[in-house]
C-alpha cells in the first residue's frame, strides 16, 4: 500500500525525517519497502518553457535552446533530439544537484554558454533509462518547482501489509502506528455534516436479513449533486496512493477508503427500485451485472445488496451497472457497513473478484468507524459536488461486533519473551495502540480497539508488548536444554553415503524438478502396467510439461543432459538423490529415495592425451562403488529383465538374495534416437529403502592384515565367446576344494580378448587368482596344483582351453 | 703365472679405462664377470694355482688376491662413476612439460544448495538439534490445519499451492514436519526439518520448487530471547561473526509473537546497495510456537513453550555464492555444477 506522509500529518504530527519514519514503522511490523522521498535532489528544478532552438555553431550533434521560466531567460545546450519549441521542459539551474549527484554549473560547451540543463527522466531519478528529455504536459505551470508540478513534494511509503493487519490499510491505520512509535498524540478523525432537506429517514430505509453476514449497514443521503471532475487536491491525494480519478462522488468514497480504511459505496438512488435497501443473501440464479460489465449469476452463499426486488451489489466486493453514478445522477445513497469477513471471502474466490473493498472486509474491518466514514464521505461529496446531505444517518447495527476482553498474565509474558517488564508498562505499551488494559491482582484485562479483530488471545497482547517495547531491546539469549540421543533418520545416512561415493568417482550433484511430464510414461516405453506410470498428478501444475510427480530420476537426469549436451557439454557425469512418488491406494502417495545417475562422454574425463569413450562397464563400477560403500555385499548383475528405456544387450540388473537393487545401463536407441541424445548415454537407478534392507545395518568389521606373503597366478583361458565373465568365477567359487577355497583371496578379471590369434565365435580372458594362507607361506607346488584344478573345472565346464 | 696374471690386471684395467661415458649398467656387469665372475679369468687363474709348487702357493695366492682386489677396487669405481653419470644423464632425460596440464580425474561436487543445506545441518546439529524429515505429499490438515490456518484463511492463497486433490497438496513449507514430529515424541525437542517444498511462483527469485529448514525447539521456558539466540548464532556461524542481524515483528498464523529476521547486506556492510535496497537481507520467518499447535499436537500450551523457524535455502545460497538468478539451481548445467 502507497501511504502519503502529507496525508498521515492530518492525523499525527510527524517531526521525523522519511528514513527514519520507515525504520521506526518497520521497528513496528509494517515492512515498508521502498520510500520514495519528496522531490529529493529537484529543489532548483523546475518547469521551463522552450521558446527556441538553434543549431551549434560547433557541434551536429548539439542544439542551443532558449528556455523560459516565466520570469527569465536561460540559453542551454543539449544534446536531446525529442523536443520543440512549445515544449514544457524540467529544467535544472545552476546549483541543483540531481538525484544520481551529477551537478549542475553554468559552463561552455563547445565554445557556447550553457546555462543549466534540461533533464531526462533517468537524470531526475524518475527511471532507469530514458530515450531522450522529459517532455511534461503542456498545461504544467511555467516556473513551478518540477517537484511540486509532478506532485512529487510529498513522501511515498511503500508499505507490505501481513494478513493480520487490516487496520493497516488505511492511513489512519498508519498514523494510529506513528503516533506509537513516536509518542505524538493522534487527532481522531471527526467529521461536521452540513444537513439540510428532508431527513433521509423519511425518503429511504435499511432493512438487513441476514445480521450474521452483514452486521451492521449505515446509509446516508446526498441530494442533488452535480457530478464532475474533483478538485485538484482531491485527485492528487489519489493519484498519490495510485487510483485513478473517476467523479467527485466516487472520488470522494475512494478518498475515505484509504483515509479511513472503510470501503464505502455510492449508488445512483433514483435507480433503486422501491428507493429502499435490503441486505440479504442471493437466489440462487439471480443475476447482477458488476462495475466490470461481467453479469454474474450469483450463489445463495453471497451476500447481496438488493434494492425492493433485485441485486445491486455483491455486498463488500462490488457494485452493480444499473446503479452506478453516472452523469445524470442527481441523489446519492451512500453505504458503509461492516461485513463478516469469510462470507466476502468465500464470494470473492467464487467470482474470482478481488477489489480494495473485499481486500479489507475479508481481513477485517473496523466496525467502530462505519458511521464517522459515512459522515466524513457525505460531509465531502457535499462539498465537492454542491449537494446537500439529508439529515440523519440510517445505522443499522443489529449484531454487535464484540472484541471481548483478554486476560494476561503479566508473568507468562515476561517467561515468553525473555524480559522483565512490570505489569504496569506492559498496560502503557498496550495503551500506546489504543487497547484498554487495567491491571488488577496480578493480572491484566485488555480489550483490543474495534479496528483490530486479530487480537484475540494473551500470545497476541504479548507481540504487541513485545513490539512496542521493540524487538531489538529483547535481550538475546542461548537456551539451557536437557540432551538428548541423536537421531538420524536412515534415509539420510544413505544420502550421505550416495553423495560420498559419488563426488568421489568425479560425478556432480544434480537437483532437478520433482514434477516431470506424465508424458514421459510413453516417452520411456513403459508397459501399461509399470509401476512407475502411477503418477501423483497436480491439479494445477506450473506448466503442462510439469504436471505430474516423477515416479524415476532418469526423466530429470535425461533432460539436464540434453540440456547440457544443447550447450556443448558432452562429457557429463551427473548423479541425484531424491525421492519418487507413487500413486496409492493410501490418503498419501507412496514416497521413495533413489539414487541416479547419468554418464555420457569421455570415460575418463579430465584426462588429456588417449582417451576411451565411457562404457556400460564405467557405470556398473559405479554402482558397484555405491553398493560397496553403502555395506552391501554379493550383489550379482543379471542381464534380464531390464527397464525398456535401456539397451537390451547392454543393461543389468543388481540384485541381492532378496530383492532388486536398482539396475544400470545404456539408453535404448529409440530414445536416444527420438530425443536426438548422443548414443552412448549411461543411466542408473537405485533403491534406498532396497538399499538399506540389504546393507541390514551391518557393521565393518575389520579384517586383519595378512602375515605371509601371498601368490598372484595368471591363467588365461580361451572358450566360446557367448559365455558371460562372471560364470567363470562364479564355478571357480563352487570348486569343492576346502584348502583351495580357504586360500584363494580374490579372482580378478584384467582381460578379455577376441581378434587375431584366437578363432572365430570364441574369447580369451585373463583371470588373475590370488592365494595367500593366514598361517604360512605357500608353495609353489600348492599354488600349481589349485592352477590346475581351476583350468581342468574349466575346460571340464566350458570347454575352456589354456592360451597359448 | 704371476706374468699372466699381471697382464689379466692391465688388459682389465685398459679396458676399464676405455670404456665410454654411455657404457651400461649391463656391459659393466658383463665386464665384471669376465674377470671376476665365477668363471672369470681370475678365477680361472686362482684355479690354475693348484698345479704350482706347495712353496709358490703362498706369493701366488697372495698376487691374486692383491689383482683381484685391485680390480675389484676397480670395477666398483667404474660402478660408481657410471651410476653417476647415469643420474646426471637422469637430470636431462627426464625433463618434462611442467606447463602441459595434470592429469587430473574429475572431482564430482555437491550441489550448491545441498553443500549450504548440510552446513546449515551442521550448525545446528552442533546445537544439539536433531534431524527429521516428512513427506512432500502433504495432506491439507498437516500442511495448514494444523498449523492454524484453517480454510479460507488469507495466508491460504490458492494461487500458492499445488494441489493433488482437494485435501492433498505439495507442501508449502517444511512445518508440517514440526506437527508430526510433536506428535511422535514429547519435549524437550530440539530438531530440524530440511526439505523440499512447492508454491506456484516462477521468476527470478522464486522457484516453483525449492529447499527449506525448518527448526524448533520445544521446552519449558524457552523464550524469545532463546530463539534470537540461536538464530544469531547460527546467522554468525553461516556467514561472518561480525554479521547484525534484525529482528522485526511480522505475522505467520503458526507463531505468536512472530518475527522475520533480516541480515546486514554483507555486499555494502549496511550503506544499502542494488542487492539489498535497504543495507538488510531477509532470510528468514520465526517466533513462538502459536498455542494453536500446541493444541493440535496434544501439548498443553501452558506448560510449555517454543520457538520456530523456517528459511528458504536457494536464498541463503544465492547470497552467499552471488548467484543472480535463482533457475541456475536446477537447470544444472554442469560448467555450473563444477563452481561449487
Known amino acids: 500500500m502507497r501511504v502519503s506522509l502529507a496525508w498521515l500529518r492530518d492525523f499525527v504530527a510527524i517531526d521525523r525525517r522519511p528514513r527514519e519514519l520507515a525504520d521506526a514503522l518497520i521497528d513496528l511490523g509494517l515492512e515498508v519497502s521502498a520510500v520514495q522521498e519528496a522531490g529529493a535532489g529537484l529543489e532548483r528544478v523546475v518547469v521551463g518553457e522552450l521558446l527556441e532552438l538553434a543549431p551549434h555553431p560547433n557541434a551536429d550533434r548539439l542544439t542551443l535552446c532558449e528556455v523560459s521560466t516565466g520570469d527569465a531567460r536561460y540559453r542551454i545546450v543539449c544534446g536531446a533530439k ?7 521542459v524540467a529544467l535544472a539551474l545552476p546549483g541543483a544537484v540531481l538525484p544520481g549527484g551529477m551537478e549542475i554549473r553554468k559552463s561552455k560547451i563547445r565554445g557556447e554558454p550553457s546555462e543549466g540543463m534540461m533533464c531526462s527522466e533517468k537524470e531526475l531519478g524518475f527511471a532507469e533509462e530514458a530515450a531522450g528529455i522529459l517532455i511534461l ?19 511515498i511509503f511503500d508499505i507490505e501489509l501481513t494478513p493480520n493487519r487490516a487496520d493497516c490499510l488505511s492511513h489512519l491505520g498508519v498514523a494510529r502506528e506513528v503516533a506509537a512509535a513516536t509518542g505524538a498524540p493522534l487527532r481522531a478523525p471527526a467529521a461536521e455534516v452540513p444537513e439540510s432537506g428532508e431527513p433521509a429517514a423519511k425518503s429511504t430505509s435499511v432493512t438487513i436479513e441476514d445480521p450474521a453476514r452483514c452486521p451492521r449497514y449505515t446509509a446516508r443521503l446526498i441530494r442533488g449533486v452535480k457530478i464532475g471532475p474533483s478538485p485538484a487536491w482531491l485527485t492528487a491525494r489519489l493519484e498519490k496512493v495510485g487510483v485513478r480519478p473517476i467523479n467527485n462522488v466516487v472520488d470522494v468514497t475512494n478518498y475515505v477508503l484509504f483515509e479511513l480504511g472503510q470501503p464505502l459505496h455510492a449508488f445512483d438512488f433514483g435507480t433503486l427500485d422501491g428507493r429502499r435497501i435490503v441486505v440479504r443473501c442471493a437466489r440462487e440464479e439471480e443475476k447482477l451485472t458488476t462495475l466490470d460489465g461481467v453479469e454474474r449469476t450469483l450463489s445463495s452463499d453471497d451476500l447481496a445488496i438488493c434494492d425492493a426486488s433485485s441485486p445491486i451489489a455483491l455486498a463488500g466486493v462490488m457494485g452493480g451497472q444499473p446503479t452506478e453514478v453516472t452523469a445524470r445522477t442527481v441523489d446519492i445513497l451512500l ?25 479489507r472486509f475479508e481481513r477485517g474491518a473496523d466496525p467502530g468507524i462505519v458511521a464517522c466514514a459515512a459522515d466524513r464521505a457525505a460531509a465531502l461529496i457535499a462539498q465537492v459536488s454542491g449537494g446537500a446531505v439529508a439529515p440523519g444517518a440510517i445505522d443499522v447495527y443489529p449484531a454487535l461486533v464484540a472484541r471481548p476482553a483478554i486476560r494476561l498474565d503479566p508473568a507468562r509474558a515476561n517467561a515468553i519473551l525473555g524480559i522483565d517488564l512490570p505489569a504496569a508498562t506492559m498496560v502503557d505499551l498496550l495503551g500506546r495502540v489504543g487497547i484498554e488494559a487495567v491491571a488488577t491482582g496480578g493480572a491484566i484485562t485488555a480489550t483490543p480497539p474495534s479496528w483490530r479483530p486479530d487480537l484475540t488471545i494473551d500470545v497476541d497482547l504479548i507481540e504487541e508488548i513485545a513490539r512496542l517495547h521493540g524487538y531489538d531491546r529483547i535481550p538475546v539469549t542461548l537456551p539451557t536444554a536437557r540432551l538428548q540421543p541423536p537421531e538420524v533418520p536412515p534415509d539420510r545416512q544413505l544420502q550421505g553415503t550416495a553423495r560420498q561415493a559419488l563426488t568421489a568417482l568425479g560425478y556432480h550433484e544434480a537437483i532437478t524438478y520433482r514434477f516431470i511430464s506424465p508424458g514421459w510414461g510413453d516417452r520411456l516405453r513403459l508397459a501399461a502396467e509399470d509401476p512407475r506410470r502411477r503418477f501423483v498428478q497436480l491439479r494445477n501444475p506450473p506448466r503442462e510439461e510439469q504436471a505430474a510427480m516423477r515416479t524415476s530420476l532418469v526423466p530429470g537426469l535425461v533432460e539436464t543432459g540434453l540440456q547440457n549436451f544443447r550447450r556443448g557439454q558432452v562429457d557429463l557425469r551427473l548423479f541425484e538423490v531424491g525421492k519418487v512418488f507413487f500413486r496409492s491406494s493410501a490418503e498419501l502417495p507412496e514416497e521413495r529415495l533413489v539414487v541416479g545417475a547419468l554418464l555420457s562422454g569421455a570415460g575418463e574425463p579430465g584426462l588429456w592425451g588417449k582417451g576411451r569413450p565411457a562404457e556400460f562397464h564405467d557405470a556398473k563400477g559405479a554402482v558397484e562403488a555405491l553398493l560397496e560403500r553403502t555395506g552391501i555385499e554379493g550383489a550379482r548383475f543379471v542381464a534380464e529383465g531390464t527397464s525398456p528405456f535401456l539397451h537390451p544387450g547392454a543393461s543389468a540388473r543388481a540384485l541381492w538374495e532378496k530383492g532388486v537393487l536398482g539396475e544400470v545401463g545404456k539408453l535404448h536407441p529409440e530414445l536416444t534416437a527420438a530425443l536426438e541424445l548422443p548414443e552412448n548415454v549411461y543411466v542408473l537407478e537405485l533403491d534406498g529403502a532396497e538399499m538399506l534392507r540389504a546393507a541390514g545395518g551391518r557393521a565393518r568389521v575389520f579384517s586383519p592384515l595378512p602375515r605371509f606373503p601371498g601368490a598372484s597366478r595368471d591363467l588365461a583361458v580361451v572358450l566360446d565367446a557367448g559365455i558371460e565373465a562372471g560364470r567363470l568365477v562364479e564355478e571357480i567359487r563352487g570348486i569343492a576344494d576346502a584348502g583351495l577355497q580357504a586360500t584363494l583371496r580374490d579372482i580378478a578379471i584384467f582381460d578379455v580378448y577376441r581378434g587375431e590369434g584366437i578363432e572365430e565365435g ?8 590370488f592365494y595367500q594362507a593366514e598361517d604360512r607361506t605357500l608353495t609353489d607346488a600348492e599354488v600349481s596344483a589349485f592352477q590346475e584344478t581351476i583350468l581342468s573345472r574349466l575346460s571340464g565346464t566350458f570347454g575352456a582351453g589354456l592360451r597359448t | 703365472m704371476i706374468d699372466s696374471l699381471h ?17 651400461t649398467e649391463a656391459e659393466l656387469r658383463d665386464l665384471r664377470a669376465r674377470y671376476l665372475g665365477r668363471a672369470g ?10 698345479r704350482l709348487p706347495a712353496e709358490e702357493r703362498p706369493r701366488m695366492g697372495q698376487a691374486v688376491n692383491e689383482v683381484k682386489r685391485r680390480l675389484e677396487e676397480a670395477f666398483d669405481e667404474a660402478e660408481r662413476r657410471r651410476a653417476a653419470a647415469d643420474r646426471a644423464s637422469r637430470l636431462v632425460r ?8 595434470g592429469r587430473r580425474p574429475s572431482i564430482g561436487r555437491l550441489h550448491p544448495i545441498t553443500q549450504v543445506a548440510e552446513r546449515a545441518i551442521e550448525i545446528f546439529s552442533g546445537l544439539g538439534f536433531m534431524v527429521a524429515e516428512g513427506p512432500d505429499v502433504e495432506t491439507d490438515y498437516f500442511n495448514f490445519e494444523a498449523l492454524n490456518i484453517p480454510k479460507g484463511h488469507p495466508a491460504r492463497e490458492l494461487q500458492d499451492t499445488f494441489y493433488v486433490t482437494e485435501d492433498v497438496v505439495l507442501r508449502t513449507h517444511t512445518s508440517p514436519v514440526q506437527i508430526r514430529t510433536m506428535k511422535r515424541l514429547k519435549p524437550p525437542l530440539r530438531v530440524i526439518a530440511p526439505g523440499t517444498v512447492y508454491r506456484c511462483d516462477d521468476d527470478s527469485t522464486h522457484s516453483p520448487m525449492f529447499y527449506q529448514i525448518e527448526g524448533f525447539m520445544v521446552d519449558r521456558g524457552v523464550t524469545f530471547g532463546d530463539l534470537k539466540g540461536v538464530l544469531t548464532a547460527f546467522v554468525q556461524e553461516m556467514f561472518d561473526h561480525g554479521t547484525r542481524l534484525r529482528f522485526r515483528p511480522s505475522y505467520f498464523p503458526f507463531v505468536e509473537p512472530g518475527a522475520e529476521v533480516d541480515i546486514e547486506c554483507f555486499f555494502c556492510k549496511g550503506r544499502g546497495c542494488r542487492v539489498c535496497k535497504s543495507g538488510w537481507l531477509e532470510i528468514l520467518g520465526c517466533g513462538m510456537i502459536h498455542p494453536e499447535v500446541f493444541r493440535a499436537v496434544g501439548y498443553d500450551p501452558a506448560a510449555c513453550t517454543g520457538f520456530a523457524f523456517g528459511m528458504g535455502i ?17 537447470e544444472n548445467d554442469q560448467r555450473f555444477l563444477e563452481q561449487f
Do not use: Q, W
Open chain 2, 94 to 101: 627426464d625433463r618434462v612439460d611442467v606447463t602441459l596440464p
Open chain 1, 335 to 359: 453505504e458503509s457497513a461492516y461485513f463478516e469477513p469469510s462470507g466476502i471471502r468465500r464470494t470473492s474466490r467464487l467470482h474470482g473478484l478481488r477489489t480494495e473493498a473485499s481486500h
Open chain 1, 762 to 769: 570364441k574369447k580369451s580372458v585373463g583371470l588373475r587368482l
Open chain 1, 137 to 155: 504536459p503542456p498545461d504544467t505551470p511555467v516556473g513551478k518547482p518540477l517537484a511540486e508540478a509532478l506532485g512529487r513534494d510529498d513522501t
Open chain 1, 82 to 88: 525529442n523536443m520543440k519549441p512549445g515544449d514544457r
Open chain 2, 7 to 23: 697382464a689379466i690386471r692391465d688388459e682389465a684395467l685398459a679396458r676399464l679405462s676405455s670404456l665410454g661415458p654411455g657404457v
Open chain 2, 314 to 330: 536457494e536464498r541463503v545460497t544465492m547470497l552467499r555464492y552471488g548467484v543472480n538468478d535463482i533457475r541456475l539451481f536446477y
Open chain 2, 41 to 50: 679369468l681370475l678365477t680361472a687363474a686362482s684355479r690354475d694355482m693348484g
